[in-house]
């Protein structure tokens, strides 16, 4: 079993919807969770933390649930510029990330 | 914030030569680096855990004397790809985290640019 698991997609919405990705993780020992963007060919950029309490920045809300080891991005009012992929990042008791697969986003007009 | 410079972006070698990527802290001070692989469509795979002034970590499967970590200072770590094929042909990037910031677990891991090798 992977260590940080994600629905590949691509998820294909019109501008203006809401969409949401999820993403597992195995190690109950886990301790900072995080979702990065990465657009093609470049590298990773944090979109945000992922606190237990749950966080929102804007248009993102991040959630975790660490009973079911699960975490959320929730994406409103999506804009053509959040096509990217959608890296969800996982962090145990070193400063080892670990790498979901990313799910892919393409926003159409 | 804190800059991660990565380099070169990219690079096309014949087989069998060695290929050396910089990665550099620009306004902190980084006593681990990461080293990162990636191959199309797929995650970004750890591959070793570069350690300022000791001898690099590698993951399971990686093999040291063929990618050769060298962190001797703590704004510099170098990735040699040594005697490299085609198959190594990847996107490779670098991260650190400014250990001088206390944002505590939940701060940022910063990315170099990465660096596209291409072996022909």
């Known amino acids: 079993r992977k260590e940080v698991e994600q629905d590949p997609g691509p998820f294909n919405v019109p501008e203006g919807a ?3 990705f999820n993403c597992t993780y195995s190690n109950s020992a886990s301790q900072s969770f995080f979702w990065y963007r990465q657009d093609c060919r470049k590298e990773p950029k944090l979109l945000m933390s992922v606190y237990s309490s749950g966080n929102e920045d804007g248009r993102f809300t991040a959630q975790l649930n660490r009973a079911s080891q699960y975490i959320s991005l929730l994406i409103r009012d999506s804009k053509l510029s959040d096509s990217a992929t959608y890296l969800c990042v996982v962090r145990g008791n070193t400063d080892k990330l670990i790498f979901g697969t990313g799910t892919r986003l393409q926003v159409f007009p | 914030g804190a800059v ?116 022909v």
């Not at chain 2, 750890?46 to 590698?58: H, R, V």
């Not at chain 2, 990735?79 to 990847?90: F, G, I, K, N, R």
Request: proline fraction near 3%; charge should be neutral; aromatic fraction near 10%.
């Open chain 2, 4 to 119: 991660v410079s990565q380099h070169p972006s990219w690079v096309i070698c014949k087989s069998g030569t060695s290929v050396k990527i910089e990665c550099r802290s620009l306004d902190f001070q980084a006593t681990t680096m990461f080293w990162y692989r990636q191959f199309p469509k797929q995650s970004l795979m750890l591959m070793a855990t570069s350690n300022e002034g000791s001898k690099a970590t590698y993951e399971q499967g990686v093999e040291k004397d063929k990618f050769l970590i060298n962190h001797a200072s703590l704004t510099l770590s170098t990735l040699t790809v040594t005697s490299a094929h085609p198959e190594d042909s990847s996107f490779y990037i670098c991260s650190a985290r400014d250990h001088g910031f206390t944002g505590g677990a939940n701060t940022e891991a910063f990315f170099g640019q990465g660096t596209r090798l291409t072996v």
């Open chain 1, 18 to 20: 809401t969409v949401a």
